[in-house]
């Protein structure tokens, strides 16, 4: 490994950390995982908020995906056993509704999950390490620290638009597990100021942006 040092932090390396963490897939060999070398504090630091950041997925999407349901059903299942206050707090967030069509037509039940903003904030943490991880896979770089990176939540009304479809147009593609994870990125060349879009269960859930934060003089 040419760079020594943990990607997020700047100390010195000693573990190799996945992007996405590696629990987020089944059945993938560990030649098709991204890793990036981490510290072992910052590799294990992000470990309550993944867990979390996979169950709020899967259990999200388990209806539409069969990869999600699988996950929920099976690996969930064992670490709601082993930490059941995670499991408990999904569930008091988790309210049926009814699903409606534009006509009013009754389509059977669909599971809200009620978002709140410290769930928000654990999610967008896991994003953050992601698109971190996935600038050092594609530039070689670590993504500056005053830098900045922006997430914006891609809501089930803009997936339809054609304004995303417009967007992937000039982005390349990248697939990790086809049914699991993919992205989306374009870049400034040579800045390496750059847009991504990630991908969840064949769902765009994310785009972000990596920005020189614009430096504002006193004059
Ligand atoms: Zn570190």
Known sequence: MENKNCIFCLEKADTKEHIPAKQLFKGISDKDLITVPSCKKCNSGFQKDEDFFRQFWASF??????????????????????????????????????????????????????????????????????????????FKKIVPKDWSITIHWITPNMEKEQKLQEMTKTMACKVVKEDTFAYWFNFVPDTYQSVWILDFFRIPLFYVFVRETTKISNK
Do not use: C, Y
């Not at 999407?61 to 499991?87: H, V, Y």
């Not at 037509?105 to 410290?118: C, P, Q, R, Y």
């Open 61 to 138: 999407f388990m209806g539409r995906s069969k990869e999600a349901k699988q996950l929920m059903e099976n690996e969930i299942t064992r670490s709601i056993k082993r930490r059941p206050a995670l499991g408990w707090q999904m569930f008091k967030q988790m309210k049926p509704v009814n699903r409606l069509s534009e006509a009013g037509e009754h389509l059977g039940k669909a599971t809200l999950i009620n978002i709140t903003e410290s769930d928000r904030t654990r999610i967008n943490r896991v994003v953050d390490k992601i698109i971190q991880g996935l600038f050092f896979k594609e």
